[in-house]
């Protein structure tokens, strides 16, 4: 089946995987490379992602690492409006994705600066306006497998019946809601290191080519997790083979998107797993 998005009122053909690229406006996100707070580094960081070939950078403004501290809505939304006015103002035609699982800061951060995608790791599960507000919008929404919230997700990690049965239920749930709201635009994430330990991520990842049954495009975020570098007994600063396996993994399992903080390895994945299946 063909997938496209309507990305900023053009159609995307999702027929060659696109790579979005991670710009984390955070002190704390578990990955020391990816936190870019000041100026100078969120319009590098912008600049680097499009120039080596991203094409999304998703935005983000809350930690959503196991553990995160919480963070006031007013201070997500500080950081991301100066992050996106920088980001605009160097890149004005990037195509940009929010990171936020609240309704408020997605409808602003679209509305204030037209933000293109929004990408909620929550499932609508944190903010019960979410999916109303999504409908309103008419933007891609980026919906993710999760149980609990980031303050409480890896206590949570194992606590399912059967865990393969329950992740798809939760999509044919998920997506039939989103459905009746008039959403169609609807990328699939599993959710990997969210709510789930080491060996169910990777039996998650096993089953991942099973999950087009919902005829919506697969994202797969596995950028230097725990998943990775708990396996290896490295850190995530040395993630960055294992991350490439498994995104070249993902990409031939029929990923139509990577979520990454090291975009060219996975803009190389990219064309040459495109090249492998011409």
């Known amino acids: 089946m063909k997938y496209s998005l309507n990305l900023k009122g053009k159609i995307v053909d999702l ?15 578990f990955y020391a490379g990816s936190r870019k707070q000041s100026e100078n580094e969120i319009r590098e960081r912008a600049g680097q992602i499009i120039d080596e070939g991203g094409q999304i950078i998703d935005v983000g403004a809350y930690s959503t690492r196991p553990g995160a501290a919480a963070v006031s809505e007013n201070e997500e939304m500080r950081r991301l409006s100066g992050a996106l006015s920088v980001l605009f103002g160097n890149y004005p035609d990037a195509v940009v ?17 037209g933000v293109a995608m929004i990408n909620d790791i929550s499932g609508g599960e944190m903010d019960s306006a979410m999916f109303d507000t999504v409908a309103q919008l008419q933007k891609p929404y980026i ?36 459905h ?32 087009h049954i919902f005829n919506h495009p697969l994202l797969v975020g596995i ?29 031939l399992s029929g990923a139509h998107i990577l979520r990454v903080h090291d975009v060219k390895a996975a803009v190389e994945a990219v064309k040459i797993v495109t090249q492998i299946l011409v």
């Open 15 to 29: 027929s060659r995987s696109l790579v979005m690229g991670i710009l984390n406006v955070t002190p704390d996100s």
């Open 97 to 113: 994705s929010v990171d936020t699982f609240r309704a408020g800061i997605a409808e602003r951060c679209v509305r204030e600066f």
């Open 143 to 178: 919906l993710t497998h999760i149980k609990g919230t980031p303050q409480n997700m890896a206590q949570q990690a194992s606590t399912y019946t059967d865990f393969i049965k329950e992740v798809f239920f939760y999509f044919s749930e998920k997506i039939n809601q989103l």
């Open 180 to 211: 009746l709201l008039g959403v169609n635009d609807i990328i699939v994430d599993l959710g990997f290191g969210f709510s789930k330990n080491l060996e169910q991520n990777y039996q998650l990842l096993h089953w991942l080519p099973e999950f």
């Open 223 to 251: 950028s230097r997790k725990s998943m990775i570098y708990k396996l290896l007994n490295i850190t995530p600063e040395e993630s960055l083979n294992a991350t490439t396996v498994l995104n070249t993994y993902a990409l």
